[in-house]
């Protein structure tokens, strides 16, 4: 299986060894042993299958057979965590390695991504549970408060364990600024932009349903990290389409005869017992915005095809997550 990793993603960048990415490295483990272990809403067995999966996935991409170097008998059998534990700080960094600070954040993004799908699948199961039949209305009742409690102190606890991650990743890199959400680490923008709209952003796309829109914005942001704009700006409005359509459907305003992002927008517009979902300007703007996607995803015959900046490309990909979060927040 092909693992979407860090280092894959940027191969161009560079990242020396410096005693900050060793101190860095050092508190990362300290969050995931405090977030793993120091509490009771992982099983042992969600604990290893995280380590576990992370540790496979990076050897498997790097080309090794294990993270650990050695061919010793104990070290071969040791659990997902101590060959994770020994790989990120258990081992003299190697100076002149050009992918050793990038081996170990590849290995950091893996471990969140696993927590982070765990977390899914955990949630889907409690919420399934039944009622036991023999509950009365209000031990019922009880029993859905006790349920949505505990999924709601889980959430916190991983959310603050990202948001501590992404405060390091903020004050460690700061030439090449780094930023963690929804199971990557990407290239951030600026820290007023990762505050007001990236972070709130992805929290709000944490949801199974907003799997295809988060994807297209996290191809958007690599192809944008690759000076690919045409299509950065062409994943960010497939995104924006994407969420769009899901609000649609779920609405129950989808009639099936839509042809494209346009006839979508139209049923969030139209007004239905006095009040439209989005306003007439809104369509408008999010027309305006679609222009963008249509110039890059047609072809333009014999005039010259349309060129980006990165900075016209950031702009756009940020109004499309304004965008998306405005819709999302209405639901």
Known sequence: MITDVFYKRYPNDKFPV??????????????LSDTLDGSTKFSDHDKETIWRRAHDALAMEIGWPSLVRTASPYERNLNGLMMCRHFLIG?????NDPNYVKHRISLIELVFANIESIKGDWIAQVNKQPTPRHYDEERAQSHLIFIRQYV??????????VEELNHRLRETYTEVPLEYHNGKIQHASDFFVAEEISMPFWSLLRESKWKNPDDDMKKALDHRDNNRLTEAIRAAAQALESVIKIISDEKGWTRGTEKGAAHYIDNLVVERNGKRFIEVW?????????????DVSHGPGSAPPPSYSV????????????RMKSLVRRI
């Open 18 to 31: 410096r005693q900050q990415d060793l101190a860095f490295f050092q508190r990362v483990h300290r969050i």
């Open 91 to 95: 081992v003299e960094p190697i100076i």
């Open 152 to 161: 709601e102190e889980f959430l916190v606890l991983c959310d603050q364990a």
């Open 282 to 294: 809104e369509k408008d703007r999010l027309g305006t915005f679609f222009k963008s996607r249509n």
């Open 311 to 322: 900075a016209e490309a950031d702009s756009l990909i940020e109004e499309a997550m304004i």
